[in-house]
């Protein structure tokens, strides 16, 4: 099965990313209201950039991806940081493929968008077996760490490695 990245430029994409995420929102496994859902939904599109992502048989959005440069913490300015607000993929679509797919599509949105950015972050439920076995690779690169928050998993990684990881996938995807 074939997918397209885009990102959103477009107003028509700005609401498809919202719908498709309000449609979702109790499968993001955010463990917030969905107020404050709301606003990590809504802050790529002010602070950032959103990434839609297609199945093109048939054509229809399947995931999306939203990030921004900065924490809210240090009022954006440390935009060396890409922290990753969302990231959804439709369950029936969820496969290792279409995750290497999308991650080469991320890093190179971000590379070509603010190619300062050093480091990529995101935050995932504190003890959640799926997403541990899914971002422990992550953990393994130099310059990557995953530190407990109350309930919550900080997952730091350096872009230059998660840039050379997506590689070394998308190497072995191809062969």
Known sequence: MSFEFRPCTLEMDY????????????ELNLPYSFAMKLGFIGSPLIFGKAMLVFSEEPYEIVGVVGFVYGTGVNSYEDRHICQVEVA????????????????????????ADNPNVTQVQFWTPGRDGYLDRLFARFNTLPGSSRTIVNTLALHKVAFMELESYCHRCMAAWRE
């Open 15 to 26: 609401e498809a990313y919202i719908q498709f995420l309000l449609r979702h929102h109790n």
């Open 88 to 111: 959804f993929i439709q369950k029936a679509y969820q496969r290792t493929s279409l995750f290497i797919q999308g991650l080469k599509a991320l890093v190179d949105l971000i590379k």
